[in-house]
């Protein structure tokens, strides 16, 4: 069946740091992907998407880009701040237009300053 | 412009007993899902619901149950609770036919069974 697979966390990092994190996902046919982030105490907020190969999300200084051939869509920033540090998940939605989302574990980032 | 609204924000029932949450989707979204998250885990998807009926169900057991009214609210109701019921409980609304637009969250209902 359908997965999603990220980097195990936490992952660290100084203010100003480049930051990715990994994700990789299985499924049949042409998913949508995101990449919802979830600060202490709260819900899930979607962060970015992409519905098709090679499309490229971007929101807030994020970005991941689609890669069909690598099954992959990791989520890139050049440069993080004290405030993104929050909980991270990758999820798919699979081409099918179930409507089930598929989430990853999700990754703890966390930014000192 | 309100988003996902869920009620309450926590709760906490005796192992056995029968737990109703209600959550209000984001105005203009017909289309409502619940999702369980437990500690240190993603969301796993337990239905979604769209004009009223249950399109979706994930691999969760009938003592999940749920509801969606008319003006597309939506209920989860769990019976017979179990220790490992405690989690957090997410509503996420959307509008049918543009699922892949994404989801809203609601910042969920924190469910703890002792």
């Known amino acids: 069946g359908d997965s999603v697979t990220q980097m195990e966390g936490p992952v660290t990092l100084s203010e100003e740091a480049f930051l990715t994190i990994n994700c990789t996902y299985t499924?049949?046919?042409?998913?949508?992907l995101f990449w919802y982030v979830q600060y202490p105490g709260e819900g899930l907020q979607l962060l970015l998407k992409a519905t098709k190969a090679d499309d490229k999300g971007s929101n807030k200084g994020f970005e991941a880009t689609y890669r069909k051939e690598t099954t992959s869509f990791h989520l890139e920033k050049g440069s993080v701040q004290v405030s993104d540090s929050a909980v991270y998940f990758c999820a798919l939605l699979h081409s099918g237009n179930t409507g089930k989302l598929i989430f990853g574990q999700g990754t703890t980032l966390q930014v000192k300053p | 412009d309100a988003g996902v609204t869920q009620s309450p924000t926590h709760l906490i029932k005796t192992r056995g007993q029968q737990v109703t949450l209600r959550c209000s989707p984001k105005?203009?979204?017909?289309?409502v899902s619940w999702y369980q998250q437990a500690l240190g885990q993603g969301p796993q998807f337990i239905f979604q619901?769209?004009?009223?009926?249950?399109?979706q169900r994930g691999n969760f057991p009938d003592r999940f149950s749920g509801h969606q009214f008319p003006n597309y609210s939506s209920e989860l109701n769990v019976n017979a609770l179990l220790l490992g019921d405690s989690a957090l409980y997410l509503c996420?609304?959307?509008?049918?036919?543009?699922?892949?637009?994404?989801?809203?969250f609601g910042s969920g209902t924190r469910l703890t069974v002792v």
């Open positions: 499924a049949t046919g042409y998913p949508s």
């Open positions: 619901y769209y004009e009223e009926e249950e399109r």
């Open positions: 105005s203009g979204h017909d289309t």
């Open positions: 996420a609304s959307s509008l049918s036919g543009r699922l892949r637009d994404g989801y809203t």
